[in-house]
């Protein structure tokens, strides 16, 4: 264990944001997603949701200033949440902000979400249950 990093970052988890680049990109994933399958990397974060993950990560290493839209989500069908947003969205919003309150997020189309997946530097598995509840990040520069 590390003074000052979550417990929710293993040390896999650790090694892998550490050897991230800026502009590389990492999923975290609910526990429908199909990480193992897609991803170059994939590391288990299972009992914890994607937002506390995110929460624990955006504590180590920044979002992307570089770009407009730092984070990505999948777009909901029609209809499905009230305004077309899934709840688990504002839970990313406030993770986000701990950071950088002015990144927005790029809605992307289910199966382009995926492709974008793909080229992910890894995936995070998480035990999310929360529909919708995947985003992918964008690592910044960190700046000491």
Same mark, same amino acid.
């Given at each position: ?27 975290l ?44 989500? #999948? $777009?909901?069908? &029609?209809?499905?949440?009230p305004?077309?947003?899934a ?6 919003? %406030?993770? *986000? ?10 809605? #992307? $189309?289910?199966? &382009? ?14 035990? %999310?249950? *929360? ?14």
């Amino acid at each position: 264990m590390l003074k000052g990093i979550s417990p929710i970052i293993s040390p896999e988890l650790l090694k892998i944001i550490a050897e991230m680049g800026h502009g590389d990109e990492l999923v975290l994933a609910d526990g429908n997603f199909p990480g193992t399958s897609i991803g170059k990397r994939c590391v288990r974060c299972d009992g914890h949701g994607c937002a506390e993950v995110m929460r624990a990560i955006v504590a180590l290493f920044p979002l992307d200033d570089f770009v407009k839209k730092p984070m990505a989500v #999948m $777009e909901v069908p &029609a209809g499905m949440f009230p305004g077309d947003k899934a709840p688990i969205w504002q839970a990313f919003r %406030e993770a *986000a902000d701990l950071d950088m309150p002015s990144a927005e997020f790029d809605m #992307m $189309e289910h199966d &382009a979400f995926i492709e974008r997946a793909k080229n992910a530097y890894a995936v995070v598995q998480t035990g %999310e249950t *929360a529909l919708y509840g995947n985003i992918i990040i964008r690592k910044g520069v960190v700046r000491l």
